[in-house]
């Protein structure tokens, strides 16, 4: 299971007292699991809660940053990066090579949503 | 407690266009295993002399990917190519003769077809040597499942064989339309890029 870490962008009344802070946020709950100030303190949190959790099932921490893209993907048990960042630097700027993944998984499920809805037709029409 | 050196993957095979998509089959392995490959193509320092980065990078890593399967004779000057199996023969030395710190190295071997090695290098007859028949899913499953039988501390659980093989098909859906966003041609794709992408990419899909 994953617990995430982003910081809080809503600015609705109801939420106004969010704003701003870092919040954990389990992977199958809607329910926030907690509210910090620092993303150090959340990540804290949240490592606290997988090591209470004795099953293991919390065996992914994913962080945003502040500007809410991605930052790490981190194995609470041991705080290290689930994937070593690459030896090499590489000269690929770093949003742009966000904005193109996410750009390609979108296409992929997109394309895949309507080849689902072309067999569904065509199973219809038979 | 691991180290490092313990999640780091000396990777020893062909880097020519015919090997390409074996390359990138290892890589992705590697990285979705949770260790990180190393080779010589990680710096495109040319003030550094070959052989000294090649000696840095086996001292620094735990696990070696070797493939030896490149037996054919060069096309220009009729010879065979002797990097490989001399590059092994550094890693099995480090092993043998280093210091403490070099004596747990794990090595992983392959060529294309079992015992086909006796007939060209059958000094390291005794090892397990793993074939690949030039398949992707093959030379992930095989490396995945080393990986998985590695005895290192913290270990992160590894996925399934079958589970990164399909993760690996999924990337290779991507690819063309990442490459497109950006503006990058297959063949102009350098090592820092393709390692930058593959990782970036497993660590997103994750997230997801």
């Known amino acids: 299971m994953k617990i995430s870490i982003s910081k ?3 600015s609705s009344d109801k939420k106004k007292s969010l704003e701003g802070k870092w919040q954990v946020r389990y992977e199958s709950d809607a329910n926030l699991n907690g509210v910090y100030l620092t993303q150090k303190e959340a990540i804290k949190a949240a490592r606290a809660t997988s090591s209470r959790n004795t099953d293991k099932k919390v065996n992914i921490l994913i962080v945003y940053g502040s500007d809410g893209r991605l930052q790490s993907v981190i194995n609470p048990a041991t705080n290290q990066r689930l994937i070593k960042p690459a030896k090499a630097k590489s ?33 219809n029409v038979i | 407690m691991s180290s490092k050196a313990d999640f780091d993957v ?23 295993c949770g260790f990180r490959p190393r080779c010589s193509k990680e710096e495109d320092d040319g003030g550094s002399v070959r052989i000294e980065k090649i000696n840095r990078i ?37 092993k043998e003769h280093g210091g403490r710190g070099q ?16 007939k060209y290098i059958s000094d390291i007859g005794g090892q397990d040597i793993k074939s690949h028949a030039g398949d992707p899913g093959i030379i992930i499953r095989n490396i995945r499942n080393a990986l998985n039988a590695a005895p290192i501390p913290e270990k992160p659980a590894i996925a399934g064989a079958a589970k990164i093989i399909s993760q690996y098909e999924l990337y290779q859906v991507d690819k063309p339309g990442m490459l497109e966003t950006l503006n990058l041609q297959p063949d102009e794709l350098t090592y820092a890029d393709e390692t930058a992408i593959i990782q970036r990419w497993i660590e997103t899909t994750i997230s997801l």
């Open chain 1, 91 to 123: 000269s690929v700027n770093t949003n742009k090579l966000d904005m193109a993944i996410s750009k390609a998984i979108q296409t992929r499920k997109h394309k895949k949503e309507k080849s689902i809805v072309s067999e569904k037709a065509e199973c």
């Open chain 2, 58 to 94: 086996i001292r620094e890593c735990r696990i070696g990917i070797h493939d030896i399967s490149r037996t054919e004779l060069d096309s220009t000057n009729n010879l065979p190519r002797f990097n490989m199996p001399f590059e092994l023969g550094l890693f099995l030395g480090a």
């Open chain 1, 8 to 10: 809080n962008k809503e």
């Open chain 2, 103 to 118: 004596k747990n190295k794990i090595c992983i071997i392959f060529d294309t077809e079992d015992f086909r090695y006796q």
């Open chain 2, 10 to 32: 000396f990777i020893n095979c062909p880097f020519d266009n015919e090997y390409k998509a074996l390359f990138e089959a290892i890589l992705f392995a590697v990285y979705l």
